[in-house]
């Protein structure tokens, strides 16, 4: 089993509908999470990260972490064309290194 | 604004001919850290500098060197590439992940690298 898992997709949404994206994970020691959104042949950028359970909102993102069920999500609310992208999650703990989910690729139709 | 720059965005190398892919940032962070992404893929993490200490993991092939002359520049060198080296390769910093107690890490755009 993988450490953490994530759909890859792909998901196709109509242009002003709520995403959500999400991971699992089985290390109940990572501590924080981050959302990346990489469009094609681009490097990853950072959306969001969070410590604790609930929720954080960043604009029109929002990112919540459920810790009791090892489940993390993304959400999307009035989806734009230009939010479509591979979103990678990922998780850590401490100084140690990152553990990526393989990513969701989403594409919002005009 | 403060950024990790990658360079090239592409390159194309032979089949063994030794490649060098570098990165720059103006972040002042200490840590640098090259992967290796494939399509489809979760970014494999290949090594890190922490300040210049460098961190090897345990299956990153031999053929994958690296090289940190200062704290705004590091290079990754592939040094006799094969076909199943292509992919992305990408860049990332963080800022004192043992101090912070956190490892937020911020990428460049990445190098594609083709081998023919």
């Known amino acids: 089993q993988k450490e953490v898992e994530q759909d890859p997709g792909p998901l196709s949404v109509p242009e002003g509908a709520i995403v959500s994206l999400n991971c699992t994970y089985s290390?109940?020691?990572?501590?924080?999470f981050m959302w990346y959104r990489q469009y094609s042949r681009k490097g990853p950028e950072l959306l969001m990260y969070?410590?604790?359970?609930g929720n954080k909102e960043d604009g029109r993102f929002t990112a919540q972490v459920d810790k009791s069920s090892k489940y993390i999500s993304l959400f999307i609310r009035d989806s734009q064309p230009s939010d479509s992208a591979t979103y990678l999650c990922?998780?850590?703990?401490?100084?140690?290194?990152?553990?990526f989910g393989t990513g969701t690729r989403l594409t919002i139709i005009p | 604004d403060a950024m990790v720059i990658q360079n090239p965005r592409y390159q194309v190398t032979q089949f063994g001919k030794p490649v060098t892919l570098s990165c720059s940032q103006t972040?002042?962070?200490?840590?640098m850290y090259w992967y290796q992404q494939k399509s489809s893929q979760a970014p494999k993490l290949l090594f890190h500098?922490?300040?210049?200490?460098?961190?090897n993991e345990a299956d990153t092939p031999d053929n994958f060197q690296s090289r940190r002359p200062n704290t705004s520049f590091c290079f990754l060198d592939i040094r006799s590439p094969g076909l199943g080296d292509a992919a992305m390769y990408l860049c990332?910093?963080?800022?004192?992940?043992?101090?912070?107690?956190?490892?937020?890490?911020?990428f460049g755009a990445g190098t594609r690298l083709s081998v023919l």
């Open positions: 990332a910093t963080s800022r004192d992940p043992q101090f912070q107690a956190k490892n937020i890490q911020y």
């Open positions: 290390n109940s020691a990572f501590q924080y």
């Open positions: 969070t410590y604790s359970s």
């Open positions: 990922a998780m850590g703990k401490g100084n140690e290194k990152l553990t």
């Open positions: 972040l002042n962070h200490n840590v």
């Open positions: 500098y922490y300040d210049k200490d460098f961190n």
